[in-house]
């Protein structure tokens, strides 16, 4: 298994897995943020971020979640290192040249962009629930259990236009880092036959635009209607 995993084919097969990963993960969070635009009482968010939180399950798929986050981030920061040792030279014009609308070409780019939204979204929502606390986060009762009000730290962040510029490039980031790592994660894992890369391909992009579009409509919704 270590002599797998230092080869090169083993590190992108754990980067592949990790990426799909980490791709169920956001099809959850956009699910749970998604309730923020339901419900401008709070009651749908604050029942949903409270089970997330309170869930055995979720509880133990956390640690998990973090260890693919910095198992995905090395393994594709060794991927590239090594890329770019293999071919030190930049494209030439003609040879593809790398530009910002080719995910293919610069997803460590990208991904290193995400991180850092990821990073801003982490330090305002995650560790304020967790660790710090907040003056938003006042306990309510919902249907007779009491919680954390999530709900209004998370929308009161997101009255924030700086703010709400920032998800929205963010979700876009998202989206295209997706766009190219779906389909090419599972041709790493053996997906490689033409006929599957071209179903694949489409869904990851028909995915990425699914995610862009639903981290970017919520805090535009919050623009609009606040």
């Not at 399950?57 to 979640?65: A, D, N, S, T, V």
């Not at 801003?120 to 660790?131: A, G, Q, R």
């Not at 997706?178 to 997906?191: K, V």
Request: proline residues 3%.
């Amino acid at each position: 298994m270590s002599s797998f995993l230092s080869a090169s084919i083993g590190r992108k097969f754990l980067m592949s897995i990790t990426g799909l990963f980490l791709i169920s993960f956001l099809c959850i969070h956009l699910t749970l943020n998604l309730f923020l635009t339901f419900d401008d009482t709070g009651t749908l968010f604050n029942l949903a971020a409270n089970f997330m939180a309170t869930n055995p399950f979720i509880r133990i798929m956390e640690p998990l979640l973090a260890l693919g986050f910095i198992i995905h981030i090395i393994w594709s920061g060794w991927i590239t290192l090594e890329n770019m040792r293999a071919r030190p030279q930049k494209y030439a014009y003609g040879d593809q040249l790398l530009s910002w609308w080719a995910p293919a070409k610069n997803m460590f780019i990208l991904g290193f962009m995400v991180l850092i939204f990821l990073i801003i979204h982490i330090s305002n929502f995650w560790i304020k629930m967790k660790l710090t606390g907040d003056p938003l986060l006042k306990d309510v009762v919902v249907d007779g259990v009491e919680m954390h009000n999530a709900y209004a730290l998370v929308s009161n962040l997101f009255l924030s236009r700086w703010y709400d510029l920032l998800y929205v490039a963010g979700g876009i980031l998202i989206g295209l880092h997706i766009s190219h790592g779906f389909w090419s994660a599972f041709q790493t894992i053996g997906f490689s036959n033409q006929i599957w890369l071209k179903r694949l391909k489409f869904l990851a992009i028909a995915i990425g635009i699914v995610f862009a579009a639903g981290f970017s409509y919520i805090p535009l919704y919050f623009m609009i209607k606040f």
